[in-house]
């Protein structure tokens, strides 16, 4: 909870999300982001006249497993509307929106808070729309230059009931979003490049009382970290502002990344005019209750789904259950390797271990990993069936897998003379030799210093270049000591 003695902070959250279509919401354009200026547009996208645009079903698809996905109702009859203002990054005049039958309504995702606590956040509502162009401005010293690659590609914004009281309450909300939308492939969830872009509406009330005050809307945030710290901000200066007596005003601020501030943009007491209409060019959306089943049909598993199986059903707990779900490629990953053992600790241990690493270590991803899960799965059971130890897999096997992937693991076992050493011959030798060398020790250990255990282990192990079965070794010392 943000709040001090007087006041505590509301916010709600107005959250856009780009949607991963490979074309338009209303043409066929191609969407796609860092492609050359003005080169991914149509006299449709353009606005035009005489243009008409078309429904681009993929992007319904998209917006109603959202919606499944945060227990929304589905709405059947889908009217679209015109946001009707005038500015240079909308080249038709107006906006197409749903003003007055969003696709979902209601809903709720549930946050787990930095302690570990868990709170319900209600949806009002996820409606469809499509996107501006983009203002260039740091391209040239006079102008401000026009993109309008960005312009109509299919947007949902999802709105949330005023129902959070801290930026961390935010920040939990946007990253379950985030992670979200990537499980269902609907949005990339990256917010530096504007394709999940979150406004704050922040208000304070007297602790105690239940009216809502006048809130400000803030925008420009590009990082969830930015989203909590402009809460913060806001919660600091409205309370100033209550306590010296000045009224808060309904406004527009910008968030100033640099001085973790906000500023005034405009003054929202004026309310903008903006003249929905219904949208003449597009017939309503019918969707049908066949149409939701399919979606439903070939929605991927969710991660709470997931987080569900890992931690209870397949015994690993919550730690491991909830890093293995922090993405949907990590759960596949690790899915895969179960499909070929039961040993499910050990691979989730391999997955968030030394896979994870080299995802981290090459600032790569687990799609170009280039290790197969069954192989992985192989490395689990040689272990398990004694043939090598952990290290042995982990400091050699699993090297020599990245540098030649379609190796199987036995061989290089067998190439590299790898396998432990459980010739008990050869073994009894090398016991023999390290009691031969250590006679002090031995009468040390025979005097009751049974430590000394590791210091003779170690030496086996060391003549037999880390081949020695360390249990075998260890029953065979004990008894030659005895
Ligand atoms: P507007 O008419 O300004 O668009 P809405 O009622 O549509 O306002 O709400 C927009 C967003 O602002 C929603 O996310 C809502 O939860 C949030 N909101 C509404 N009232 C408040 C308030 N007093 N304090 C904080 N957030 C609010
Ligand atoms: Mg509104």
């Not at 801290?166 to 979003?177: H, N, R, W």
């Not at 200066?237 to 501030?261: P, V, W, Y």
């Not at 790569?364 to 069936?385: C, Y």
Request: charged residues 25%; hydrophobic residues 40%.
């Amino acid at each position: 909870m943000l709040k001090n003695d007087k006041y505590e902070v509301i916010v709600g959250l107005e959250i856009h999300s780009q949607l991963l279509t490979k074309s338009k919401a209303f043409c066929s354009d191609q969407v796609a982001f860092g492609e050359p200026a003005n080169t991914l547009v149509s006299p449709i996208s353009l606005g035009h006249p005489g243009t008409l645009p078309v429904h681009n079903k993929e992007a319904v698809n998209m917006a109603i497993m959202l919606g499944l996905a945060c227990a929304c109702d589905i709405t059947e009859y889908n009217t679209y509307d015109r946001k009707n203002y005038f500015y240079a990054d909308l080249p038709k005049g107006y906006q197409i929106t749903q003003l007055g039958t969003p696709i979902c309504l209601n809903g709720k995702v549930e946050i787990t808070l930095p302690g570990g606590q868990t709170k319900i956040i209600n949806l009002t509502r996820i409606h469809m729309e499509e996107d501006t162009g983009k203002g260039l401005h740091d391209l040239d010293i006079e102008n401000t230059l026009m993109d309008y690659n960005r312009a109509g590609t299919p947007l949902v914004e999802i709105v949330t009931e005023p129902d959070f009281r801290s930026g961390d309450e935010a920040y939990a909300f946007l990253s379950e979003i985030r992670k979200l939308v990537r499980y269902l492939g609907v949005c990339d969830g990256n917010m530096e490049e504007g394709s999940l872009r979150c406004d704050a509406n922040v208000s304070i009330r007297p602790i105690g009382t239940t009216a809502f005050g006048t809130k400000v809307e803030v925008k420009n945030m590009n990082s969830m970290t930015n989203v909590k710290k402009a809460i913060e901000y806001e919660f600091e200066r409205q309370c100033k502002m209550a306590d010296a007596g000045e009224e808060i005003h309904s406004e527009t601020r910008n968030f100033d990344a640099l001085q973790g501030t906000t500023f005034s943009m405009r003054s929202k007491e004026l309310v903008n005019d903006y003249r929905f209409f219904p949208e003449p060019d597009l017939p309503p959306l019918i969707v049908s209750q066949e149409w939701i089943s399919n979606v439903k049909s070939a929605m991927p598993a969710l991660p709470k789904e997931l987080y569900n199986k890992f931690n209870t059903e397949m015994g690993l707990g919550d730690y491991d259950a909830s890093i293995l779900t922090e993405s949907r490629d990590i759960a596949e990953y690790f899915l895969a390797i179960c499909e070929h053992t039961q040993n499910y600790k050990a691979a989730a241990n391999w997955t968030m271990g030394a896979v994870k690493n080299w995802v981290n270590s090459n600032a790569s991803h687990i799609h170009v990993f280039p290790i197969a899960a069954a192989t992985i799965a192989e490395l689990v059971s040689s272990i398990d069936e004694g043939v090598i130890n952990f290290s042995i897999a982990e400091q050699q096997v699993f090297p020599a897998l990245l540098i030649n992937p379609s190796q199987k693991v036995s061989e290089i076992i067998a190439n590299q003379n790898l396998a432990l050493m459980d010739d008990d011959d050869a073994l009894q030798t090398w016991v023999n030799e390290v009691l031969a060398e250590f006679p002090d020790k031995v009468a040390e250990y025979r005097a009751g210093k049974s430590n000394l255990m590791g210091l003779f282990i170690g030496q086996v192990k060391k003549k037999s270049s880390g081949k020695a079965d360390p249990k075998k070794t260890n029953d065979l010392l004990t008894k030659s000591l005895a």
